[in-house]
């Protein structure tokens, strides 16, 4: 059994929902493996870290156990899972199917507003200082949201969000190996295509971007065998 490290102290905010808080903050802490895989959480510990009562964790482990995140189990503990191949390849095709459609319905129609907001997170990421594998996965997320945002599919994108946690672990892994570099000039080509109105080439760029895990799944295994089941 792994002994539960102490993630950073977070500030949760009387004003908003606790457990909402504690699942975004415990997510962020399981993403960059500040919660290795089979690390075991507890209740009483949790809530005296984020100085909280034990019901808003309860509801948190639940919300994070319903995302593969953690397994609560009965009279033994919750464990931060291992991370799920199938998952992970589920979630890249339903992500690829929706985005593909996405971006191909923006370069239909390319709205200069959007295309001008677009060129200026690639330029922000750019300027990420050190290449922060967790702050540039911050500004991948913004940037593909708007994207769903911008062609009126924010309930399409939430879907996404639902079910990429696997998937979301695998990328910040990923990002650890290999330079960022890679990911913004797919951004850019991305960004091109939509404000060309080039149809053809914004589904294949979303395409390549999104299956870029393919490659870098297969090596990440080798490497940290123990995060998978």
Request: net charge neutral; hydrophobic share 50%.
């Amino acid at each position: 059994m792994t002994p539960a490290p102490k993630p950073d102290a977070k500030i949760i905010h009387v004003r908003m929902n606790a457990a909402s808080q504690l699942v975004d903050h415990l997510r962020a802490a399981i993403m960059d493996n500040a919660l290795p895989p089979d690390t075991r959480l507890s209740e009483v510990d949790t809530a005296q870290h984020y100085g909280v009562s034990r019901q808003p964790v309860r509801e948190a482990f639940i919300a994070l156990a319903a995302q593969g995140l953690l397994d609560v189990r009965a009279q033994r503990g919750t464990f931060v899972t291992r991370i799920s191949l199938p998952a992970v390849m589920d979630a890249r095709f339903v992500r690829e199917a929706i985005e593909a459609d996405i971006v191909k319905l923006l370069a239909a129609d390319p709205d200069p507003a959007l295309v001008a907001d677009l060129q200026g997170q690639v330029i922000r990421q750019m300027d990420l200082p050190g290449g922060s594998a967790r702050d540039f996965i911050e500004a991948d997320e913004t940037f593909h949201r708007t994207l769903a945002e911008g062609a009126g599919k924010a309930s399409a994108w939430r879907v996404v969000v639902q079910m990429k946690a696997q998937m979301d672990r695998v990328r910040f892994l990923s990002s650890l190996h290999f330079p960022v570099a890679r990911l913004i000039g797919q951004h850019r080509a991305l960004v091109a295509a939509i404000a060309a109105a080039d149809v053809a080439g914004a589904e294949a760029a979303i395409r390549t971007h999104l299956q870029g895990i393919l490659a870098d799944l297969p090596v990440i295994r080798q490497e940290r065998p123990d995060y998978f089941t």
